[in-house]
């Protein structure tokens, strides 16, 4: 699975942006598919996690309301679409995809996504909120 974001930028607070990942490979093995972010000196955190076979979401608590995770099965595009946006959601934004069954029972069970669960990343897009 090969994955490719695009669609960051700079946007002034309360804006919106959508972030677009490309996806191509073997797409089926992608159970589910989430977003995460690292901000300079922090932790890459789980956002947005969809599981492709029925639909479930998982949204991070600070982002729950404001960010929409959506998927276009036809053309394997995984989309985050952010609206209020905040100075503390700037970010390296990353698509990642995880080949398990379970992942996403995993995320809902836990109330958050960890990073090692997801095989396939992309290369991230800086999103910049000032």
């Known amino acids: 699975v090969q994955l490719v974001e695009s669609g960051g930028g700079s946007v002034q607070a309360g804006g919106s942006l959508r972030l677009t990942c490309a996806v191509s490979g073997n797409t089926r093995s992608a159970y589910c598919m989430g977003w995460f972010r690292q901000a300079p000196g922090k932790e890459r955190e789980g956002i947005a996690a969809l599981y492709t076979m029925a639909g479930s979401s998982y949204y991070e608590d600070s982002v729950k309301g404001r960010f929409t995770i959506s998927l276009d099965k036809g053309n394997n595009l995984l989309y985050l679409r952010m609206t209020d946006l905040k100075p503390e959601d700037s970010a390296v934004y990353y698509c990642?995809?995880?080949?398990?069954?379970?992942?996403?029972?995993?995320?809902?069970?836990?109330?958050?996504?960890?990073?090692?669960?997801?095989?396939?990343w992309g290369q991230g897009t800086q999103v910049t909120v000032s």
């Open positions: 990642a995809a995880a080949d398990g069954r379970g992942v996403m029972a995993g995320i809902l069970a836990l109330g958050g996504m960890v990073a090692e669960e997801f095989g396939y």
